[in-house]
């Protein structure tokens, strides 16, 4: 246990932003699997538009580094290309 007060500080910020964190990405995941629900009931529609909402979800998680850059345009790759597949 830290001693410092600054140390426990640290801990206590570092705490707050996993737990930002594994928020951030359980809400992700939970996108990205009523995505491919929609597309593997075939409703495209809708599978467009979750598609939008993960795009933005995404690169908001990117820019607060939350994941890489380079992370969330492979994802948004990913899943475009199993939607024009499905199309």
């Known amino acids: 246990m ?5 140390a426990k500080k640290r801990i206590k910020v570092i705490a707050k932003k996993t737990a930002r964190n594994r928020m951030v990405k359980s809400q992700l ?3 990205i699997r009523r995505f491919e629900d929609a597309l593997n ?3 495209f529609d809708d599978a467009k ?3 939008r ?3 933005k979800k995404l690169h908001q998680a990117a820019a607060k580094g939350v994941i890489h850059k380079s992370k969330a345009s492979r994802s948004v790759s990913r ?3 199993k939607l024009n ?3």
Not at 2 to 6: F, Q
Request: positive net charge; without cysteine; aromatic residues 4%.
């Open 79 to 81: 899943l475009a290309t």
């Open 41 to 43: 009931s075939k409703s």
């Open 2 to 6: 830290a001693n410092i007060k600054s």
């Open 53 to 55: 909402f993960i795009e």
């Open 49 to 51: 538009a979750k598609l």
């Open 29 to 31: 995941k939970t996108a």
């Open 85 to 87: 597949k499905a199309l």
